[in-house]
């Protein structure tokens, strides 16, 4: 089955500056990539998605790319804020079942 | 437009109880999956509702049966608790994708967090 690895686990950085977290599938089948930003306490919400026939999309101050070719995909944040600080969870899906990397705690220092 | 709603927030069952989960989807989706969240973990796949009808099963056993009504809400139950069953539970509701089609987006709940003890 499908197997989602993520990295860093943490990530601090100083506001303004960009933030970049990375994740690798296994499955080479999986289409549709997602990123949750979980805050403390609270349900995953979805920020950004991507689907395999696109390799780059792109909304305000995130940006989701993907290879398919070396089956990784990641997600940038620029101009980070301190709203930015949370854990980020990427995931795969074929699909019903999303699968989730272990997730990303993302601090950012005023 | 109301999202995810669940119910209970928060449980606290003792071990070899039984428990049910609720969860309502967001307006216009017909789709309920259910995960569930160990601390510092991601969410893990327990199933898949639609049209009444599990669709998909993680890797999870028989003691988490789950049931969808015709207004689209859903149940998780998990019967004989475990003090590993402790978790965050979400629920995550889509529409439907054509057939073929790829995943649609799953938009979650903000959880029910069980306690056993």
């Known amino acids: 089955g499908e197997n989602v690895e993520q990295h860093p686990s943490t990530l601090s950085v100083q506001e303004g500056d960009s933030a970049v977290i990375k994740c690798t599938y296994s499955d080479s089948a999986s289409n549709y990539f997602p990123w949750y930003k979980q805050e403390l306490g609270k349900g995953p919400q979805l920020i950004i998605d991507?689907?395999?026939?696109?390799g780059e999309k792109k909304d305000q101050r995130i940006a989701v790319t993907l290879n398919k070719t070396a089956k990784h995909f990641s997600l940038h944040i620029t101009e980070t804020q301190p709203e930015d600080s949370a854990v980020y969870f990427c995931a795969a899906s074929l699909e019903a079942a999303l699968i989730f990397g272990k997730g990303t705690t993302l601090s950012v220092s005023s | 437009d109301a999202g995810v709603t669940q119910s209970p927030t928060h449980l606290i069952k003792t071990r070899g109880q039984q428990v049910t989960l609720r969860c309502s989807p967001k307006s216009g989706h017909d789709t309920v999956s259910w995960y569930q969240q160990a601390l510092g973990q991601g969410p893990q796949f327990i199933f898949q509702?639609?049209?009444?009808?599990?669709?998909q099963r993680g890797n999870f056993p028989d003691r988490f049966s789950g049931h969808q009504f015709p207004n689209y809400s859903s149940e998780l139950n998990v019967n004989a608790l475990l003090l590993g069953d402790s978790a965050l539970y979400l629920c995550?509701?889509?529409?439907?994708?054509?057939?073929?089609?790829?995943?649609?987006?799953?938009?979650f709940g903000p959880g029910t967090r069980l306690t056993v003890t």
């Open positions: 995550a509701s889509s529409l439907d994708p054509p057939t073929g089609g790829s995943s649609y987006e799953q938009y």
């Open positions: 509702y639609y049209e009444e009808e599990e669709r």
């Open positions: 991507i689907r395999s026939n696109v």
